[in-house]
T-cell receptor, first 116, second 114 residues
Framework: GNSVTQMEGPVTLSEEAFLTINCTYT??????LFWYVQYPGEGLQLLLKATKADDKGSNKGFEATYRKETTSFHLEKGSVQVSDSAVYFC???????????????FGQGTILTVHP | EAGVTQFPSHSVIEKGQTVTLRCDPI?????LYWYRRVMGKEIKFLLH????????ESGMPNNRFLAERTGGTYSTLKVQPAELEDSGVYFC????????????FGQGTRLTVV
């Protein structure tokens, strides 16, 4: 079945540091890949997504590239801010028409804390 | 446009009691999903409605969990009787019809069974 593995946290950085959160997946075919973020006291929000190999998703300074050869979708940001402190979840969705399409498989989440 | 709304935001109940969680999806979204995150682990799929029909309930842990979506609008998830291991955060999500994969999530209901 599908699975997602994220680097374990928590991750603690100083403001303006470079961020990488690793994510690898196991799935058949070419799933869609997502990063969701949960800010304190809020629900999950879609941060970015990529639907095919070599696609790069980007939003709010965050980027992730769909790497089929390494089955990875690592999240990066060049300069983090205190406001980026949140829990980040990597997720995948199955192929259109398949039974798992629309159903998300999540990683365990990575807590990011950014200090001034 | 209102987002996905979940009630209550928190619930503390004793083992053996019944709790009902509610989810109001975004208006017009036929697809509604329930997920659960237990004790800082990964978020796991519970079930998927398309309108009022259960499309996939493969993630439901056992028959103590009952989900309904009468009329294809809001959904309820009832746990009866609740056990300690049911504690966690229950998320609801909705998405538009025609197989769009992007889902919009509610804030979640934190359930604590003591």
């Amino acid at each position: 079945g599908n699975s997602v593995t994220q680097m374990e946290g928590p991750v603690t950085l100083s403001e303006e540091a470079f961020l990488t959160i690793n994510c690898t997946y196991t799935a058949t075919g070419y799933p869609s890949l997502f990063w969701y973020v949960q800010y304190p006291g809020e629900g999950l929000q879609l941060l970015l997504k990529a639907t095919k190999a070599d696609d790069k998703g980007s939003n709010k300074g965050f980027e992730a590239t769909y790497r089929k050869e390494t089955t990875s979708f690592h999240l990066e940001k060049g300069s983090v801010q205190v406001s980026d402190s949140a829990v980040y979840f990597c997720a995948l969705s199955g192929l259109p028409g398949g039974t798992s399409y629309g159903k998300l498989t999540f990683g365990q989440g990575t807590i990011l804390t950014v200090h001034p | 446009e209102a987002g996905v709304t979940q009630f209550p935001s928190h619930s503390v109940i004793e083992k053996g009691q019944t709790v009902t969680l509610r989810c109001d999806p975004i208006s017009g979204h036929d697809n509604l999903y329930w997920y659960r995150r237990v004790m800082g682990k990964e978020i796991k799929f519970l079930l998927h409605f398309v309108k009022e029909s259960k499309q996939d309930e493969s993630g439901m842990p056992n028959n103590r969990f009952l989900a309904e979506r009468t009329g294809g609008t809001y959904s309820t998830l009832k746990v009866q009787p609740a056990e300690l291991e049911d504690s966690g955060v229950y998320f609801c999500a909705s998405s538009q019809a025609a197989g769009r994969a992007e889902a919009f999530f509610g804030q979640g209901t934190r359930l604590t069974v003591v």
